[in-house]
């Protein structure tokens, strides 16, 4: 089973406009993180966010917030006022802990495209 | 933020020699030093965890004598791959973890292997 689902291989947006981009996750841990990075076509992987699963808020980083679902197991990205260099990969993952180290899982990422 | 470079940030190799890649934290004592391999238009993939002072983490399916790693000191991590064939070729990412915020990971820029 995958534990890290993202639907939507590429989105479009239109600049100023909000998107949402959505992550699925799967775990049997009660201790357990999420986060989203950014990827431009020059191949570094920006942090954006994290949620822990015990923070009982959203996490929010500017024009960044992390709609947080611990029921339904989302975690979905939230981007406001979409700008051009907002055009990259989002990668959504979560790290879990296991015996001695931390083992982090990527979905399969979301090509994000915001038009002018 | 924290910064973790790579180098080299491209190689070319010849199939059957040995390529060494370093990542280093610049301004952190990592404790936690992730690898990750990622083919064109695809996901990142775990390879390895690696904990200072001790014995990587491989993930299942990756072959711990190709590649090999080393986390000797809290800012310095290498990546060996050995007699590299083509199918090795790829871009390799470092990230670490253990700076400001335990929970997060900040990327190295990554590096693009290629073996002919």
């Known amino acids: 089973a995958q534990k890290i689902t993202q639907t939507q291989p590429g989105m479009f947006v239109q600049e100023k406009e909000a998107v949402t981009l959505d992550c699925t996750y799967d775990?049997?841990?009660?201790?357990?993180?999420l986060f989203w990075y950014k990827q431009p076509s020059s191949g570094e992987m920006i942090f954006l966010i994290y949620?822990?699963?015990?923070?009982?808020q959203n996490a929010t980083e500017g024009r960044y917030s992390l709609n947080f679902q611990k029921a339904r197991k989302s975690a979905n990205l939230v981007i406001s006022a979409s700008q051009l260099g907002d055009s990259a990969m989002y990668f959504c993952?979560?790290?879990?802990?296991?015996?001695?180290?931390?083992?982090?899982?990527f979905g399969t990422g979301t090509k994000l495209q915001v038009i002018p | 933020g924290a910064v973790v470079s790579q180098h080299p940030s491209w190689v070319i190799c010849k199939s059957g020699t040995s390529v060494k890649i370093e990542c280093r934290s610049l301004d952190f004592q990592a404790t936690t030093m992730f690898w990750y391999r990622q083919f064109p238009k695809q996901s990142l993939m775990l390879m390895a965890t690696?904990?200072?002072?001790?014995?990587?983490?491989?993930e299942q399916g990756v072959e711990k004598d190709k590649f090999l790693i080393n986390h000797a000191s809290l800012t310095l991590s290498t990546l060996t791959v050995t007699s590299a064939h083509p199918e090795d070729s790829s871009f390799y990412i470092c990230?670490?973890?253990?700076?400001?915020?335990?929970?997060?990971?900040?990327f190295g820029p990554g590096t693009r292997l290629t073996v002919t």
């Open positions: 993952a979560m790290r879990e802990p296991r015996r001695g180290y931390q083992k982090v899982t």
């Open positions: 949620q822990g699963s015990y923070d009982e």
């Open positions: 990230s670490a973890s253990g700076g400001l915020a335990v929970y997060e990971q900040y």
């Open positions: 775990t049997s841990d009660q201790s357990y993180g």
């Open positions: 690696s904990n200072e002072g001790s014995k990587a983490t491989y």
